[in-house]
């Protein structure tokens, strides 16, 4: 099983994929108003349950890569530590993803808007629907991608 992440503070989606079907996905969601830690040790807990639920192989992890608001690049970016801390404590090998290479794996052009991603993917997993919001969405590209991967992106 693959699982697929779109890492963020506020919401962290998430999708598992196994043998190319679309197993289960959701969004962690923590509360503006509370402190950093409390919203990180929720990521964190969430993600260790969904590795208790499912025998996760490994993960694909969209990697942060611009952001015109530096104080929210940072949130993300802790976000995004303490995911790879978890994977890392739970022995699960992990492999970041930029969105250029999610785009390229799923639709061949870099610069693929995201209904066209998206519109791939319910092609690619012969499905004709992908429930949940956006971030479970994202999510799901970034699993396929990591299916796709190896031979598009030589991961």
Known sequence: MIL???PGVANTGWAILDD???VEG???????????????GKIKNEMVEILGKFRVEKVGLESLYFAKNTKSALKVAEAIGVIKLVME?????????TPLQVKMAIV???????RQVM???KVLLKTDKIEGPSHVGDAVAVALTLELGSGVLGL
């Open 4 to 6: 697929g992440i779109d």
């Open 20 to 22: 190319g079907r679309f």
């Open 26 to 40: 959701g969004v962690i969601v923590t509360k503006v108003g509370e402190g950093a830690g409390v919203r990180l």
């Open 89 to 97: 404590e739970a022995g699960v090998k992990l492999i970041e993803l």
């Open 108 to 114: 061949g052009y870099g610069r693929a808007e995201k």
């Open 119 to 121: 519109e791939m993917v």
